[in-house]
């Protein structure tokens, strides 16, 4: 199993060339990713604005806005400081190396360039930038869930999840204190593309209760009235 499985992690992928774009897409998805193509810097720009990313690979030779602009802006974001950026250029030299990381850039790749390489160093900077979302092992006060043997126990009692609840269950994991809208749940669990309304989290928010609790259980899921949902680590310890 990957490390990214099941862990809904969104890739920006800028990038002009057609077939490459189609590539990188190709590879990341078969780590359990979730990559968004973007041809131009200025696409990028709107994204950026209108989504939540977890890494950026990042063309330097675009057309109109160059990547290393598009990097620069970027930064200035404060919301944009951490997310982690690899360049992904033709540029070898080693004071274009330099420039790419003194802009911002996290990491260098140069094309032509191995998949292999390119998808072992998207992960290696997943790793330092977002260690809980990848772990095989979640912990949440008395709740762990195991991505890899596909198992959640609570005070060593099985929890047992259909997947859809599984996923769900790890999303709020990963999110442990942030209150989630549902839209934000549908696209973390179902992905932007599934054609389902928020009734449907719901419905999945109240199976994944039924199974969590039993007997003095607390429930760990908070409702919070026209907002969403937030997961609470500590109501987990107190039962």
Not at 3 to 21: H, M, P, Q, S, Y
Not at 94 to 106: I, Q
Not at 230 to 236: I, L, V
Request: proline residues 3%.
């Amino acid at each position: 199993m990957s490390v990214a499985t099941e862990t809904g992690l969104r890739i920006l992928v800028v990038e002009d060339d057609a077939a490459i774009a189609e590539l990188v897409r190709y590879n990341l998805e078969a780590e359990g990713l979730r990559p968004t193509i973007a041809p131009t810097g200025e696409e990028a720009e709107l994204q950026v604005a209108e989504d939540r990313f977890d890494l950026i690979v990042l063309d330097w030779m675009l057309p109109g806005l160059s990547g290393i602009e598009l990097c620069r802006r970027l930064r200035r974001r404060d919301a944009l400081r951490s997310v982690p950026i690899l360049m992904l250029t033709a540029r070898g030299e080693e004071g274009d190396r330099v420039r790419g990381l003194s802009t911002g850039a996290d990491d260098y790749v140069v094309k032509p360039f191995s998949v292999l390489e390119l998808v072992a160093r998207v992960k290696a900077l997943l790793r330092r930038a977002a260690p809980n979302r990848i772990a095989d092992s979640l912990r949440a006060g008395d709740i762990v869930l195991n991505r890899t043997a596909h198992r959640v126990t609570r005070r060593e009692r099985e929890v047992r999840l259909g997947p859809t609840e599984f996923k769900l269950l790890a999303f709020f994991m990963e999110n442990t204190g942030r209150v989630l809208s549902r839209q934000q749940l549908l696209d973390g669990v179902w992905g932007r593309d599934a054609f389902i309304d928020g009734r449907t989290v719901d419905v999945h928010v109240g199976r994944l209760r039924k199974a969590l609790i039993r007997g003095s259980d607390s429930d760990p899921i908070r409702t919070v009235r026209g907002a969403g949902y937030a997961f609470e680590a500590h109501a987990t310890a107190r039962a």
